[in-house]
């Protein structure tokens, strides 16, 4: 059934982007991840960080920022600190170094509620395409397209659905929460 695949397919997406969300929240080890939602002021626009250069871990602790073009190394500068991200980069020229400073009990709190609020919102997204599931399978069954016994199985399915993705954001929630507690 059409409907089915395509509820299952925008869980599935919500998911994703909850996991995508996740790996932008630091957890005091280095990733390039962190520097995602940094946009550039660069040739005429905003631009995200990765396409104006090349970020890379040398250590457990440092970001290195190597921009392909040099000039821009003040305007990548100025997005890292405005992007709030609690980091000061420092440069030599060539590259940008960004340490990763070690995260306080009370930023790791803070974390862990921004964590939960994006789990929220993806299990939000998750329920919204239940709903829509669910109206679309009524409408087959009001209209004679589906019997009132087809009708409670795809239902069925869905909240089932419904059920294992929010099961796996959980999961991500409490894999990325211990990832962010450990000291």
Excluded: C
């Amino acid at each position: 059934m059409s409907t089915i695949d395509e509820v299952k397919s925008r869980m599935k997406e919500s998911l994703e982007a909850v996991r995508r969300e996740f790996s932008t929240i630091r957890t005091g080890k280095a990733t390039p991840s962190i520097l995602d939602t940094v946009r550039v002021e660069a040739y005429g626009g905003r631009v995200p960080l990765n396409q104006v250069a090349s970020v890379n871990t040398p250590e457990s602790t440092l970001l290195m920022v190597q921009p392909f073009d040099r000039s821009l190394i003040p305007d990548i500068e100025r997005a890292i600190l405005q992007a709030d991200l609690g980091l000061n980069p420092s440069n030599d020229g060539a590259v940008i170094r960004i340490p990763i400073p070690p995260l306080t009990e009370e930023r790791r709190r803070e974390y862990v509620k921004v964590l939960t609020k994006m789990a929220e919102e993806g299990r939000v997204s998750v329920r919204h395409a239940r709903r829509d599931g669910n109206d679309e399978i009524k409408a087959l069954v009001k209209e004679g397209e589906l019997s009132d016994d087809e009708g409670r199985r795809a239902q069925e399915e869905i909240q089932r659905l419904t059920d294992q993705f929010i099961g796996r954001i959980d999961e991500a929630l409490e894999v990325k929460e211990k990832e962010i507690m450990t000291v």
